[in-house]
């Protein structure tokens, strides 16, 4: 099974801060990995597929990045609606795994 | 509008079966996968398995195999999740989800879901 590996688990940030979140993959997944975003007690929404190609309707400030083993999200300028747990998630096979999750905090 | 509705929350026993629902509409539900996600409390998102309705190809996630069963019912658009036999440490909320887009090779991402199915299992 292919493990995903994000980092940071958890970040601290303040409204209008450029935030980077790592995911590493254990063996190459081309482009395949999607991001999604969960905020508490609803289901997570897809914003980001094939590594870097933004879902409608997610706002631009969204971009990912990466290719192979090693890929990026980043909010350019976070808004407070962003603060949540982002997840990773690998679709190179027919078993698919998820990142361990990076929650995103108010400083 | 494409709508995946989930059957409600459960509370069960230790050793008890359950099988749980979730109902597509507005898509054609036989050439879309549908795949199950677990989250246990407080905890990430686990990708349990997948199941294509059209040919009930289902492939599941190697810590999930053996443990739950997935399948659908395309006559009446409805994909489920099953265990015989559960344990406390079964209890989560447990999502299905679909693919952005038709495909019958490697799943694509999710981006329509339930909205998800709390299972309790206490004694």
């Known amino acids: 099974d292919i493990q995903m590996t994000q980092s940071p688990s958890t970040l601290s940030a303040s409204v209008g801060d450029r935030v980077t979140i790592t995911c590493r993959a254990s063996?190459?997944?081309?482009?395949?990995l999607a991001w999604y975003q969960q905020k508490p007690g609803k289901a997570p929404n897809l914003l980001i597929f094939?590594?870097?190609s933004l879902q409608s309707g997610v706002p631009s400030r969204f971009s990912g990045s990466g290719f192979g083993t090693e890929f990026t999200l980043t909010i350019s300028s976070l808004q407070p609606d962003d603060f949540a747990t982002f997840y990773c998630?690998?679709?190179?096979?027919?078993?698919?795994?998820f990142g361990q999750g990076t929650k995103v905090e108010i400083k | 509008e494409v709508q995946l509705v989930q059957s409600g929350a459960e509370v069960k026993k230790p050793g008890e079966s359950l099988k749980i629902s979730c109902k597509g509409s507005?898509?054609?539900?036989?050439?879309?996968?549908i795949a199950w996600v677990r989250q246990m409390p407080g905890k990430g998102l686990e990708w349990m398995g997948i199941?294509?309705?059209?040919?009930?190809?289902?492939r599941y996630s190697p810590s999930f195999q053996g443990q739950v069963i997935i399948s659908a019912d395309k006559s009446i658009n409805t994909a489920y999740l099953q265990w015989s036999t559960l344990k406390a440490s079964d209890t989560a909320m447990y999502y299905c989800?679909?693919?952005?887009?038709?495909?019958?090779?490697?799943?694509?991402?999710?981006?329509?879901w339930g909205q998800g199915t709390l299972v309790t299992v206490s004694s």
């Open positions: 989800a679909r693919p952005a887009y038709e495909t019958n090779g490697y799943p694509p991402p999710l981006d329509s």
């Open positions: 507005g898509y054609n539900f036989p050439n879309y996968w």
């Open positions: 199941i294509y309705p059209g040919d009930s190809d289902t």
């Open positions: 063996q190459t997944i081309r482009n395949k």
């Open positions: 094939d590594a870097s």
């Open positions: 998630q690998q679709y190179n096979s027919y078993s698919q795994t």
